[in-house]
């Protein structure tokens, strides 16, 4: 198992034998094959973070626009898939690490997999976001003033760089379809400390919590070999705030990591943890319980995960067979379908209706307290922002497509249920389907912020608590209520084995992508190279700067790898996570890594620029002694040709000192220390700060407090490390 590489055996790489719009009856059953892959969604650099609203620009680059650019990354993110094959018939579950799925990426998606790899999985594909706040935006076709919410405008360019990237990793599990076992496991009351994530909802209390469950959907080789495993509960990915200008997929990503490392030393075998959210409306994550800053915290929130999570792995009862149905539709969204003529709360103050949906509802009577759960919207008139005039005034009509259409998938393996939901669902609309669920006697898992979005889902006497999340819904309390009981309707009939389409449409997709022309190529001033001396000395703990002229962040992002000298020459260093053919690199929470060019970005193109770019990597508490360094590879562009770089030259020597600690990076900003000890509740290096702030340009002549060299060759020879020793 590689990543976007194939390893499997005896599947064809073809799409699937049936049309989406036939019926197919009866279910096919048999035999299952499974593929798995993950890839990287890699920027650009510069582009903006959806997630968080009003993000002041102060970082103007060729590809934000109304929210700030982003400056470097902390990890990449990844995109991860799962194929199951029963008869020929498929489904594709795809983790993205984006803030949410959006039918643009559902949607373009399969069309890049027919297009670029003749693969045709129409109404096949499941997304699952995982609602990081700090990773790509622009990919929501909605009107671009309403970009400030949070998303800000499309931009049609990005949107085809994340299908693309998408289309690829599903061609890569596909094309590793191979014999396999699936099972399911689910565990009601997982994490009651609240370590790994707790409710943030005040206005809903006591009636609902947060959503207590954890389900796993995994997949193995019949030798039992590991292949991937979704994880799913409810978690937003919060830790960092809205000033970061790193892409990160945050807690999500943190909790992935940490759990594949932990499987990977406990079973000697790698697996994909592919988290995707339930209930993550209502939920924060945790792992601030010791006041540790971002990039350790959204590590703690794994360390106290992983355990769990393992726990219930073992747990899992594997089949070698199934019976596989999908079924995906696009549906109007209307006032009376979604049931409000026999339910007047979703009136003006004059009676009126909110026939085309309506935003940032709020009581308009002054008794209606959004803080106390102990007053209520219901039976009062609502005082809302009516969609119809607001899309009016930006010269948009009704019916829109981001607005009354929307996106839904139900899939069944066996009496294992699955439903997608196109948005935040907190803990209430959970605890609804999984009522329903129990009513039609089956067992399943839901997909919050899958296939497309209408921000949050709440049930009826929830929504009218009022608070945030009510006012950041489009359609009223109804909606929620309205999409489960729609997908029940779908799964009542998957259970009866009909032979409906996989797909189908009330109407035509309304918001559909638009031509662009590419943006051109920035060339770089200097010719790939490093910049900077060796620091004198560096241990354990200490955070070593490099610093390079490289490329345009549009020619994807610089890999920098640690590796180490085996006697016979320098080899990389393997991922904890085991993950055949990957290294301990920049690609994960090992580093972070900045792009800062010269001059400064000015929201335009130019000719050419200094395109500077620097890491930051703090050695592991638990490093084994050796000699190290760091390998930098990536593409640059002269002005008349692309070219891949490899920088590893100009090695930098240090020796540990007993009790080393580290001492910062340029003009005294730090970086937290990544090691074991944060498991066990212990500060790892109490004297470094918090990354919040814009990164610090590099300068200066080197060392460990100043821009450095690469190939840092580091002779860490004395003392024993701590915990588990690299090969």
């Given amino acids: 198992m590689t990543p976007t590489t194939p390893t499997g055996t005896n599947s064809s790489t073809s799409g699937t034998t049936a049309n989406p719009t036939e019926e197919i009856d009866p279910l096919p059953q048999g035999p299952i094959q499974a593929g798995v892959a993950v890839g990287y969604l890699t920027g650009p650099v510069g582009a903006s973070m959806a997630g968080f609203g009003g993000r002041t620009v102060t970082n103007s680059t060729p590809w934000n626009h109304l929210l700030n650019g982003t400056s470097g990354f902390y990890g990449l993110g990844t995109i991860k898939a799962m194929v199951i094959e029963v008869g020929g018939e498929r489904l594709v579950v795809m983790k993205m690490p984006t803030m949410s799925s959006e039918h643009s990426l559902t949607e373009g998606t399969i069309e890049k997999l027919k297009a670029l790899h003749d693969i045709d999985i129409t109404g096949r594909l499941i997304t699952a976001a995982t609602h990081s706040h700090h990773n790509l935006a622009r990919y929501w076709r909605l009107p671009a003033p309403l970009g400030f919410v949070g998303a800000d405008s499309p ?49 809903n209390d006591p009636t609902y919590g947060k959503d207590a469950r954890l389900t796993l959907l995994a997949v193995r080789r019949p030798d039992g070999t590991p292949m991937a495993t979704v994880i799913n ?44 959210q339930s209930g993550g409306g209502d939920a924060s994550p945790a792992g601030d319980g010791l006041g540790h800053p971002e990039p350790a915290r959204i ?35 209307t006032y009376s379908g979604i049931g409000y003529d026999d339910y007047p709360e979703f009136l003006n103050s004059q009676g009126g209706p909110y026939l085309w949906g309506g935003w940032q509802c709020k009581g308009a009577e002054g008794n209606v307290d959004d803080g ?10 609502k005082n809302c922002m009516p969609m119809q005039g607001l899309l009016e005034s930006l010269g948009e009509k009704v019916p829109h497509g981001e607005i009354h259409q929307t996106y839904l998938t139900v899939a069944r393996l066996d009496d294992f249920y699955m439903l997608t939901l196109p948005g935040e669902p907190t803990a209430s609309v959970i605890e609804y389907a999984r009522a329903g669920y129990e009513a039609l006697g089956v067992d399943g898992m839901v997909f919050g912020y899958s296939q497309d979005h ?11 608590q009022g608070g945030y999340e009510s006012e950041m819904s489009l359609w009223g309390p109804l909606l929620a209520k309205y999409l489960v009981d729609g997908q029940m309707t779908v799964i009542g009939s998957l259970i009866a084995g009909d032979g409906s389409p996989v797909w189908s449409e009330d109407s035509p997709a ?47 992002e610089p890999r920098v790898t640690v590796q180490v000298d085996d006697g016979g020459g320098f080899v990389d260093v393997p991922s904890p996570s085991g993950w055949a053919g990957t290294a301990l690199d920049n690609s994960r929470y090992h580093m972070l890594t900045h792009y800062a060019p010269v001059p400064e970005p000015n929201g335009k193109l130019l000719p050419e620029r200094e395109q500077k770019w620097y890491v930051d990597w703090q050695v592991p508490a638990d490093m084994p002694a050796g000699t ?10 002269d002005g008349q040709a692309t070219e891949d770089y490899a920088l590893e030259d100009g090695a930098v020597r240090g020796h540990l000192r007993p009790g080393a600690r580290a001492d910062g990076g340029a003009r005294g900003r730090r970086v937290e220390a990544r090691c074991g000890a944060a498991a ?28 450095c060299a690469s190939a840092a060759d580091a002779d860490l020879h004395q003392g024993q490390p701590a915990g588990r020793r690299h090969p």
């Fill in 510 to 556: 309304l918001s559909v992508g638009k031509s662009f022309e590419p943006r051109a190529l920035e060339a770089s001033v200097d010719a790939p190279g490093l910049t900077g001396e060796p620091p004198p000395g560096l241990g354990r703990g200490e955070t070593l700067r490099i610093a390079w002229n490289g490329g345009d962040p549009a020619l994807g």
């Fill in 372 to 381: 106390n759960p102990a007053t209520s919207m219901e039976g009062k008139p």
């Fill in 628 to 637: 190290y360094r760091l390998r930098i590879t990536g593409r640059s562009f």
């Fill in 233 to 276: 509960f409810g978690m937003h990915g919060t830790v960092f705030d809205s000033p970061n200008e790193l892409f990160t997929e945050d807690a999500p990503g943190g909790l992935e990591m940490k759990f594949e490392e932990a499987f990977f030393a406990a079973k000697g075998q790698p697996i994909f943890g592919m988290f995707a």
């Fill in 454 to 464: 209408l921000l949050y889902l709440t049930q009826p006497d929830d929504w009218l």
């Fill in 299 to 333: 590590e703690r929130v794994g360390h106290a995960a992983a355990p769990k999570i393992l726990e219930l792995y073992d747990a899992i009862e594997w089949r070698d067979e199934a019976t596989l149905g999908v079924r995906s539709r696009r549906i109007d969204l």
């Fill in 155 to 203: 931009d049609e360019e990005l949107i085809d760089r994340m299908t693309t990237a998408m289309a690829d990793v599903i061609a890569a599990a596909v094309a590793d379809l191979g014999p396999a076992q699936w099972g399911a496991a689910w565990n009601d009351d997982w994490d009651p400390d609240d370590a790994v994530y707790r409710d943030r909802r005040g206005e």
């Fill in 680 to 707: 066990a509740g212990l500060r790892c290096g109490e004297d470094v700060a918090d990354q919040r702030l814009p990164p610090a340009r590099p300068r200066g002549r080197g060392g460990r407090s100043r821009a």
